[in-house]
């Protein structure tokens, strides 16, 4: 079993669509944070979230950390084909130098 | 200038072969790692460095061996190669180690073992 689960982990669906994916564990997390892999290359950081009940927005992505910081989800309005990609979530302690990643949901956007 | 940069980026090699993955970042960050992604794109931390120390070491097999000469720099040498080693292969860096910080990730290193 892995420590952050992510669902769905297949979504596919039109251009200009709304959708959340989600990434849940039973650990509590001192951050959170999403990153978006494109075919190829490594995974890049989209946002980082420390506070239980936080809400970040990046153009059209909407980031939440659950409020006993154990899970988050991320919301993509009107996605576009570019949105495609392996969005991972990653949480993390204080104390030490440990990221665990989640297995990730692999979004595509048709046009 | 790539922040973060493995070599080779591909490699195929047979079962028994020793063979390294050099990384090297120019960031000037203290905390390097090495992430194991399998087909599945599971992503699994194997080793954490700060400053030239070990702070993470998971269950990997000690045909593995990360050695790190200098901060801005974290090899990986693996020997004896199987099967089951085929993966990406992602060195990464921090500012620092611990919850919060921005990892910055090199390519990926694709090992193919045949």
């Known amino acids: 079993t892995q420590l952050l689960e992510q669902s769905p982990q297949f979504l596919s669906i039109q251009e200009g669509e709304n959708l959340t994916v989600y990434c849940n564990s039973s650990?509590?997390?001192?951050?959170l944070q999403w990153y978006r892999q494109e075919p190829g290359e490594g995974p890049v950081l989209l946002v980082t979230?420390?506070?239980?009940?936080e809400v970040k927005k990046l153009k059209r992505l909407t980031f939440q950390f659950g409020d006993a910081r154990k899970d988050s989800s991320l919301h993509i309005t009107a996605a576009q084909p570019g949105d495609t990609g392996l969005y991972l979530c990653?949480?993390?302690?204080?104390?030490?130098?440990?990221?665990?990643f989640g297995a990730g949901t692999r979004l595509t956007v048709k046009p | 200038d790539t922040a973060v940069s493995q070599t080779p980026k591909y490699l195929v090699t047979q079962m028994g072969n020793d063979k390294s993955i050099k990384c090297e970042q120019n960031l000037g960050h203290d905390t390097m790692y090495w992430y194991k992604q399998d087909s599945k794109k599971f992503l699994k931390i194997m080793f954490s460095?700060?400053?030239?120390?070990?702070?993470i070491n998971e269950t990997v097999p000690n045909r593995f061996s990360p050695k790190s000469p200098d901060k801005a720099h974290l090899n990986l040498h693996i020997n004896s190669l199987e099967l089951g080693d085929s993966a990406v292969y992602f060195c990464?860096?921090?500012?620092?180690?611990?919850?919060?910080?921005?990892?910055?990730f090199g390519e990926g290193s694709w090992l193919t073992v045949v």
């Open positions: 460095y700060n400053n030239k120390e070990l702070i």
């Open positions: 650990s509590v997390f001192s951050s």
């Open positions: 990653a949480g993390g302690w204080s104390n030490n130098n440990d990221m665990r």
């Open positions: 990464a860096s921090s500012l620092r180690g611990g919850s919060g910080n921005t990892i910055y």
């Open positions: 979230v420390v506070t239980g009940g």
